[in-house]
């Protein structure tokens, strides 16, 4: 089966929204459309026709383009049934566990609540991408606005345990930030000093850092180590419970 062809489009200061195409069936997804017009754009442009939304949260930054884009191609609406009420334009809902189907294409739904309550990720294995919203980024982890440092490490285990060779495509451009703040925590990673050097490299070009490879997030993101002794040592945390360093790790970047 031939894999999904996804586009990525900068929106708003720095969101990301992607479209998914199946080469198969012409079947097409936007995932988190914050606003329609570029979406619509980029559909004309590419000669695509628009067959799905897929929510990852209710967040506006990310539905904000849910119902003029609904109005303009007729799509269908997938999100979290736990949330629906918080979806604008929701036609099919969906849970942990469940399938839903972009023409051939087939993507498993993750409930990664802890960035909000109701976040999900749509993992499509044939295709090696999982679109993850805000609860995993390059280099990161979302703020925790509605769940707590355990929702939040058990959703990110989640999507560490998915095959190293999975795409993230995240819904932020956030990744020097992120990797300045890494630094701060585990200096001596010669795989993230590394990472930190093209990273810098690419946002000079003006060029994205996104998608990431899930092996390089299991290698250099602290925020996916923090059962690992050395992010615990660093933040002062020996042998302690990963939730709780996790729940530090969160802390610190939240006021860096």
Known sequence: MAELDIRQIAVLRDNYVYL???PETD???AVDPAV???VLAMLQDLGWRLSHILCTHHHHDHVGGNLELKRATGCTIVGNRADADRIPGIDVMVSEGE???VGSQVARVFDVSGHTRGHIAYWFPGSRAAFVGDTLFALGCG???EGTPAEMWRSLCKLRDLPA???IYCGHEYTESNAAFALTLDPDNEALIARAERIRALR????????SVLAEEQATNPFLRADEAALQRAVGLVDADPVATFAEIRRRK???
Do not use: N
């Open 143 to 145: 703020r925790l606005f």
């Open 165 to 167: 060779e999975t795409r």
């Open 20 to 22: 998914a195409r199946d």
């Open 254 to 256: 939240d006021s860096f």
């Open 99 to 101: 399938e839903i189907t």
């Open 36 to 38: 329609a017009p570029p």
């Open 204 to 211: 000079r070009e003006g060029r994205p850092t996104v998608p």
């Open 27 to 29: 079947a097409c997804a």
